[in-house]
């Protein structure tokens, strides 16, 4: 099944921002990122995606960090500073999604 032309975007800017792939100790700050700016349902889609793209030691990386960031546990400012850093590099809208129009996005 296609993704929706949003996490499409998202995928895309984790690829343009994390070339070489997401380090597992990124997981924690990134989703915990993701989740202050989407839905819960597009934070989910995006970790399934990544999830069929990872290897088995990375999935079970991206299940904690889903799990970590359910239960609250935040990151550390730093890490979440260093995401932001890589993804904005990609391209990734800073601000809140809502205040961007989905059609002129990459």
Do not use: C
């Not at 949003?6 to 989740?35: K, M, Q, T």
């Not at 993804?87 to 990734?92: I, K, N, R, S, V």
Request: glycine share 6%; charged share 25%; aromatic share 8%.
């Amino acid at each position: 099944m296609a993704l929706p032309p949003f996490v499409g975007s998202i995928i895309g800017w984790l690829r343009a921002g994390y070339p070489e792939g997401v380090p597992d100790v990124d997981y924690i700050p990134l989703f915990a990122l993701l989740g202050s700016q989407l839905t819960n349902e597009e934070v989910n889609e995006v970790a399934m995606e990544l999830l069929k793209e990872s290897d088995p030691e990375s999935a079970e990386a991206i299940k904690r960090a889903i799990a970590a960031v359910t239960d609250h546990d935040e990151p550390k400012d730093s890490d979440v500073a260093r995401v932001r850093a890589r993804l904005a590099a990609g391209g990734w809208p800073l601000a809140k999604p809502e205040h961007f129009n989905p059609a002129h996005w990459p």
